[in-house]
């Protein structure tokens, strides 16, 4: 789903009714959709700048050196400029459903290069967490899987066992590519690079305390 920016904020402005149905057509014919400012979720960009100790969030002069530098910008629905603009104008559902938050590499090259020094890979983090909590994340999207599936192998064992967390991934998301997987799993559990028992540590239950409270 696509939207109709009207100026680089994305804050929309009153266009005359005589021109609107001209370009309500043009731009569903392009996937796009005309989003009125009493549907925007106005309290969502403090949310987020809040979860990501982004008071600086709405200082962003929209100069685009964060999409300049990310390195896989080239490959989201919405670039980080255009993320941060979202969030501050109230998109809440377009940005916690697209796929740009999950394809972050977390480099840190944006927050390095914003010269309002706004924590853009800490507000991307943030964006993950709200989505995953109203789950409302792209659908059959591998990375929004594996960081659940991720999450519940920590909190339920207190680390990682390699074998548990992929078999419990590709269950979830195809379990048929798995199988296209298992001449190597099979190479590298007889190297002793894989176990097939899973690990723990001590005081589980202390970690899970902290968790439990988490979305999972």
């Known amino acids: 789903m696509r939207l109709l920016p009207v100026c680089a904020t994305f804050n929309f402005v009153l266009i005359q009714p005589i021109y609107m149905e001209q370009l309500t057509n043009k731009f569903l014919l392009q996937g796009m959709e005309i989003k009125l400012e009493e549907n925007l979720d106005k309290d969502f960009g403090k949310k987020i700048a809040g979860m990501a100790h982004g008071e600086k969030l709405f200082g962003c002069i ?14 989201m629905d919405f670039t980080p400029r255009k993320i941060i603009a ?12 697209n796929r740009t938050i999950w394809l972050c590499a977390s480099c840190y090259q944006c927050t390095v ?27 059959n999207f591998p990375v929004p899987i594996l960081a659940k599936t991720f999450f519940n192998e920590v909190k339920r064992h207190g680390r990682i066992s390699e074998a548990s967390l992929l078999i419990n991934y590709y269950l979830r998301y195809n379990i048929f590519k798995m ?9 590298l559990f007889f190297k002793g690079r894989l176990s097939l028992f899973e690990k723990g540590m001590k005081n589980k239950k202390n970690l899970q305390a902290m968790l439990q409270d988490k979305p999972n």
């Open 86 to 97: 979202m969030v501050r104008a109230g998109f809440r559902d377009e940005v916690l459903s």
């Open 62 to 75: 929209q100069c685009g050196n964060c999409s300049a530098a990310c390195p896989l910008s080239i490959y």
């Open 179 to 187: 199988l296209g997987y298992s001449s190597l799993g099979t190479k």
């Open 113 to 139: 290069e914003c010269p309002k020094g706004i924590k853009i890979t800490d507000v991307m983090y943030a964006l993950k967490r709200e989505a995953i909590e109203n789950k409302i994340y792209p659908k």
